[in-house]
């Protein structure tokens, strides 16, 4: 008889590739609707298979992640979201590599192996991320960048989330949460002024909802890692 597939999908991946469907084509129906430029919004069907990868710590997510963040700098410099285009091109494109080739060397499954965080590391995290906050606040208005509170905010922790990714860290999980909700904001804001953001809007609820799957997938492979390293 033959032996049961291995890799048989569950109702998880069947649910997030449904949703990448349907999300794909809000995104070009939005897209056409509102005149969009295809290359604007190109990284964004790139970015429905990589959220896919995500919502499973998939390592492969962060190499698909820095090459596509080269195109989602020329977008946002489009749209005036200057802390944004910087730390796509600066920050998430480099580091992300980075982040792939320490998780091939630290591979578990298709992930990576995980830790947590001391609560002296998650203070200091805090207080440097307020910090820098109020900076970037005064700071980006002299460049002309528009969204300056909510653009500082996402995308500070748009840094600190490839940084906590980089060292496999898995409060990268729960920062991505927040950072998905406020990204969330940012575009219902800029629909005020730039309608043609819609598709953008789309995406990122879709990233949220894998974003929710990452954060359980992550607590889920941290215990059974711990499992399998402790003494029987």
């Known amino acids: 008889m ?38 604007r919004i190109l990284p964004l069907y790139n970015s429905l298979i990589i959220a896919s990868l995500q919502s499973r710590v ?5 190499l698909l992640g820095s090459i596509n963040s080269i195109l989602y700098a020329a977008v946002y410099f489009y749209y005036g979201l200057i802390a944004s285009a910087f730390q796509a091109i600066l920050f998430s494109f480099p580091m992300q590599l980075i982040t792939f080739i320490r998780w091939n060397k630290n591979k ?36 002309g960048a528009k969204y300056v509170l909510l653009d500082s905010a996402t995308n500070l922790l748009g840094i600190i989330i490839l940084f906590l990714t980089m060292f496999a860290f898995i409060e990268y999980t729960p920062c991505m949460i927040v950072s998905g909700i406020i990204s969330i904001v940012l575009y219902i804001e800029m629909l005020k002024e730039t309608p043609d953001i ?26 059974k890692q711990n499992k399998a390293e402790s003494p029987s």
Not at 5 to 19: A, G
Not at 58 to 62: I, K, V
Not at 198 to 223: D, G, H, V
């Open 108 to 143: 578990w499954e298709k992930s990576t192996v995980l830790r947590k965080m001391t609560w002296w590391q998650r203070m200091i995290l805090i207080v440097g991320y307020l910090a820098a906050l109020i900076v970037m606040w005064k700071a980006l208005p002299l460049l």
């Open 58 to 62: 998939n390592r492969y997510s962060n």
């Open 198 to 223: 819609m598709p953008f809007l789309i995406f990122s609820i879709y990233s949220f909802i894998c974003i929710c799957f990452a954060y359980f997938e992550a607590r889920r492979l941290y215990k």
């Open 2 to 39: 033959p032996k049961p597939l291995q890799n048989k999908l569950s109702k998880k991946d069947i649910f997030i590739y449904i949703l990448m469907v349907l999300t794909g084509i809000l995104i070009t129906v939005s897209g056409i609707y509102y005149n969009q430029s295809f290359l």
